[in-house]
Structures are given as C-alpha cells and as structure tokens.
C-alpha cells in the first residue's frame, strides 16, 4: 500500500519561500496514472487544494494560489515538492500531500500532514 | 467561499441516519466524479466515497453516496459515535482546472 510522508521546515519567516517535500513508498511515482498533489489545511477551517503535477511535469495550479506556487517531480528519489513564495502568515496551515487518480479525480491515499507555522 | 456548498452541521442520534448535501454546477459536479473524506479530529483526512457512489476497501456500507445533476449526497446510517468528525465533498471543477472541496460538515452524535 503506497504511503506519502511530507517534510520541511515548520517555521517560516514572512516573504520567503515556503519548501515542502513529499516522500513516496510502497510504489514507484513513476508508474502512471497518477498525478500528485498538495493541499492544506489553516487551523479549524476547510480543506484548500494547491495543486497537481503528473510524472510528465504537468502541472495544475489553484488559481488563487497559482502566480506563488511551483510543484516539482524527482522520479529518482520517488518525491515531489511544493514551493510557495512570498509567504504571510495567512499561509500558516497544516500541508498534506496526496495520490491523486487520473479517473476521476480521487484523492485515494494522503499522508499525515505537517504544520508550517508563517511567523518572524 | 467554496465553490461547493455542504451544511455546516449535522446531528443526530446513535443508530438513525444522516445525509449531507454537496451542491454545485454543471463545471464541477455536474460533469465531474464526486469523491468524500472523513477526517476525524487531528488526523488526515481519509478517503469514503469516490467516483460519485464507490466505497474503498475496508468502509463499511452504513456510508453510501449519491449524486443528481449538479448535487451529491452522503448518507450514514447506523450513526456510532466513531462517526462524529468533519465531512468534506470534493470534486473537479473543468473550467478553472482545479480540484474543489466544499467547506465541510460537522457530524454530531447526540
């Protein structure tokens, strides 16, 4: 069974660049049919998606996130990483990163999630 | 404001049923698979439903799902108190070119 384990700093100073990895095992990112994805989650509110990228490297993007956000694929280590500049503190959110079915479109496997916290 | 719109809450007692309504239109719901996550407090959220009415191994069939038109539904019944937790439809939205979640329902067991 595939398992996602995301990564990075929990503190991030506001304006800069907020790096996330997200480490896949029991199954190769490279296999197909999958894209790969990231969303978040602010304190005591809604899920909100950020994006998607398929092992080709193509991309989909939250449009109201879309001019801050870069995903990226590494099929040698079996990762991709979420890149989110310019942070604010509205920013501050628990990031979990997801397989993401090509039909329909389901969500199917997510990891544990982990807390960026956007403060100086 | 999500494009999707689910109630904020829910109730009921142990073993009577609930629906949750998802509504949207004709660029997410209404020509796009309807998927739900359960996400009990603290954890990641989980995958229920998917591909409008599909349950994944291992949810039990007291979670069924439903969709019409441009709506989808979730029903449990047999309502354990395991159940209570925060309920979010999910689906893909064609013309932005995103996914979209509703905002989520809070199931209370009374």
């Known amino acids: 069974q595939v398992q996602l384990q995301e990564s990075g700093p929990g503190l991030v100073k506001p304006s800069q660049t907020l790096s996330l990895t997200c480490t896949v095992s029991g199954g190769s990112i490279s296999s197909g049919g999958y894209y790969w994805s990231w969303i978040r989650q602010p304190a005591g509110k809604g899920l909100e998606w950020i994006g998607r990228i398929y092992t080709s490297g193509s991309t989909n993007y939250n449009p109201s996130l879309k001019s801050r956000v870069t995903i990226s694929v590494d099929t040698s280590k079996n990762q991709f990483s979420l890149k989110l500049s310019s942070v604010t503190a509205a920013d501050t959110a628990v990031y979990y990163c997801a397989r993401t079915t090509i039909f329909g479109v389901v969500n199917d496997f997510w990891g544990q999630g982990t807390l960026v916290t956007v403060s100086s | 404001q999500s494009v999707l719109t689910q109630p904020p809450s829910v109730s009921a007692a142990p073993g009577q049923r609930v629906t949750i309504s998802c509504s949207g239109n004709?660029?997410?719901?209404?020509?796009?698979?309807v998927s739900w996550y359960l996400q009990l407090p603290g954890t990641a959220p989980k995958l229920l439903i998917y591909?409008?009415?599909k349950r994944p191994s291992g949810i039990p069939d007291r979670f069924s799902g439903s969709k019409s038109g441009t709506s989808a539904t979730l029903g449990i019944t047999g309502l354990q108190t395991g159940d209570e937790a925060d309920y979010y439809c999910?689906?893909?939205?064609?013309?932005?070119?995103?996914?979209?979640f509703g905002p989520g329902t809070k199931v209370t067991v009374l």
């Open positions: 004709s660029s997410n719901i209404g020509n796009n698979f």
């Open positions: 591909d409008n009415n």
């Open positions: 999910g689906s893909w939205h064609s013309s932005l070119r995103a996914f979209v």
